[in-house]
Nanobody, 126 residues
Framework: DVQLQASGGGSVQAGGSLRLSCVVS????????IGWFRQAPGKEREGVSC????????FYANSVKDRFSIYTDNAKNTIYLQMNSLKPEDTAVYYC???????????????????WGKGTLVTVSS
């Protein structure tokens, strides 16, 4: 079965950087999507950035455009989220999620993902 293992969270000061990693196992199909989501207390799980395994197209939330980058290392079956210029409002538990492609309206929505890893906490202090 599909398993996702996320890591890389931590505590940084505003303006700092972190790189999150998600190791993927169990996928035999090529037409899947994978991405990063975050959830702060009292808020919905938000799609931060997602990428298609089949064609590489990406999505970024407006709040992270020009600061975060998603990329893959297929040889390692790993996706990364490089987070630069971190802000206190980026503080959240970050989750790696994946699902089969279909329905671009939910390409990077939590309800469009079928598999989840455990969260990794990112804390950005001012």
């Amino acid at each position: 079965d599909v398993q996702l293992q996320a890591s890389g969270g931590g505590s940084v000061q505003a303006g700092g950087s972190l790189r999150l990693s998600c190791v993927v196992s169990g996928f035999t199909r090529d037409d899947y999507k994978i991405g990063w989501f975050r959830q702060a207390p009292g808020k919905e799980r938000e799609g931060v950035s997602c990428i298609s395994n089949s064609d590489g197209h990406t999505f970024y939330a407006n709040s992270v455009k020009d600061r975060f980058s998603i990329y893959t290392d297929n040889a390692k079956n790993t996706i990364y989220l490089q987070m630069n210029s971190l802000k206190p409002e980026d503080t959240a538990v970050y989750y790696c999620g994946a699902g089969l492609e279909g329905g671009e309206s939910w390409f990077c929505h939590y309800y469009g993902m079928d598999y989840w890893g455990k969260g990794t906490l990112v804390t950005v202090s001012s």
